[in-house]
């Protein structure tokens, strides 16, 4: 164990000292905030512009209620009640009278509007159906003239077709009521929702004793933390485990571990690599999670990341850098040069990211089915336990634990693989590798 912690010593101080370690972990925060301050500028670039579409009225009859709900809209509903500006692009209505009411005019007009939003003169364009005011049938197709059809090429532009269909919708509701003799007055009465109220758990302050509801920022934050956590920890796993595969590589390349092999055994070396990338991790984490607290203090939201939750997610990050790690260097050890590893580890990646692709339903439901399995899986326990855990769901003690426990054994298999394919693929050099060569190797050493 000693030479095994040597070892390690040795690859996180040369790790660490490095100028390419001190600027990518200062680069990538910098550059997740310039991809959202990029977000957020793109869309306040949009805001007061104007979005032209045409408008083709079949039935003659909503002009008046499209023009006077989009006076509304820019006059109240974009405007910013803070700062008194738009926080939303304009709507230009352009009203075209409609053709002939025959298929063939029809399917001109709609060529020559389409012809017109391909050379950028329009954004999109409406077209209401002559016979809207019609109740359409439940089954069987759209009717084309009992609907309202909305084209554009671009495949993000719902806001203007959403909008328009709610007045359109409103207009139609309204001369319907009106034919049964209600006013106005009484179908807003009539179709006031009741308002739902949403909030986390009643809780029982341990402090003070009383009973008290969540908040709504506890919330909110409760349902962004488990995607900082998780993706912090996919992010911290892949700073400190790729560059040690890669290390692997060119020790093999440079014959530095055939001299370390005259002193320690395979499984010696492997472990003391990957102890000196949990050092690693950790520091990495240290500094994130430093940073990532003050933030959370600037924004009164440091009372959701409790000191449990903190020692969780270091547990959990390091038992996912003890298995991923095992992994990237199983792949540095069996590989022959950089280009060969990026074969090999397609599938070590595939693998952690599937966490991130099964977040959604465990915040969902976070003592779910999927969730309970998936967070007794090895590989995708630290993340999907941990997304668990920030939730505000109750997960039984016994649950982390025992995740830890078969994560921390599936690691120490993988660390005794990987130098079971190093004491091998070290001898291999310039020649290809292949997934069954590595599980050969595994079995038969």
């Known amino acids: ?46 805001r007061g512009t104007t979005k032209r579409y045409a408008v083709v009225d079949r039935t003659r009859s909503f002009r008046e209620a499209l023009e006077e709900a989009n006076t509304r809209r820019t006059n109240v509903e974009i405007v910013d009640p803070k700062t008194k500006l738009l926080n939303a692009p304009i709507y230009g209505l352009e009203f075209v009278e409609p ?32 016979d809207v005011l019609l109740v359409a049938p439940r089954t069987g197709p759209p009717d084309d003239r009992r609907s309202v059809r909305f084209q554009s090429e671009k495949a993000i532009e719902r806001d203007f077709s959403t909008w328009a269909g709610r007045v359109i919708n409103d207009a139609v509701q309204a001369r319907r009521f009106a034919a049964h003799g209600l006013t106005p007055e009484m179908i807003r009465e009539a179709q006031t929702p009741v308002r739902q109220q949403f909030k986390g758990a009643t ?9 008290a509801d969540s908040t709504d920022d506890h919330r909110i934050v409760s349902f962004v933390l488990p995607a900082i956590l998780v993706a912090m920890m996919l992010m911290v796993v892949v700073l400190s485990a790729v560059p040690a595969m890669q290390g692997i590589v060119e020790e093999k390349q440079q014959r530095i571990a055939e001299v370390l092999l005259g002193c320690v055994t395979p499984f010696e070396m492997m472990l003391g690599k ?16 430093g940073g990532g607290y003050l933030v959370a203090g600037r924004f009164g939201a440091a009372s959701v990341v409790s000191p449990a939750l903190i020692a ?110 190093f004491r091998v693929g070290l001898l291999l050099q310039g020649k290809g590798v292949r997934m069954s060569d590595l599980v050969r190797w595994v079995v038969r050493g």
């Open 274 to 289: 990957l102890l000196g990338v949990v050092a690693v991790s950790l520091t990495i984490a240290t500094v994130y999670l």
């Open 99 to 130: 053709s002939a009411d025959e298929p063939d005019a029809v399917q001109q007009q709609r060529l020559l509007l389409s012809q017109r939003h391909q050379r950028g003169e329009l954004e999109g364009f409406l077209d209401i159906g002559p």
């Open 1 to 46: 164990m000693r030479r095994a912690l040597l070892i390690a010593r040795r690859d996180y101080l040369a790790a660490v000292r490095t100028r390419a370690f001190i600027v990518s972990l200062l680069l990538m925060p910098i550059l997740s905030s310039l991809a959202i301050g990029f977000q957020v500028m793109t869309a306040q670039a949009e």
């Open 203 to 211: 809780r029982l302050d341990p402090a003070s004793g009383k009973i």
């Open 312 to 421: 969780w997610f270091v547990v959990f990050l390091v038992l996912a850098v003890l298995a991923y790690g095992s992994l990237f260097m199983a792949v540095g050890a069996a590989a022959g040069d950089l280009k060969e590893t990026q074969s090999l580890q397609m599938p070590v990646t595939f693998v952690a990211v599937m966490p991130i692709l099964l977040l959604g339903t465990i915040l969902r439901e976070p003592n779910g089915k999927v969730a309970l399995v998936g967070s007794f899986i090895p590989f995708s326990s630290p993340m999907l336990m941990m997304a668990r855990l920030s939730t505000s769901a109750e997960v039984p003690f016994w649950q982390p634990a025992l995740a830890a426990v078969g994560v921390l054994v599936t690691a120490l298999a993988c660390v005794w693989a990987a130098g079971r394919i």
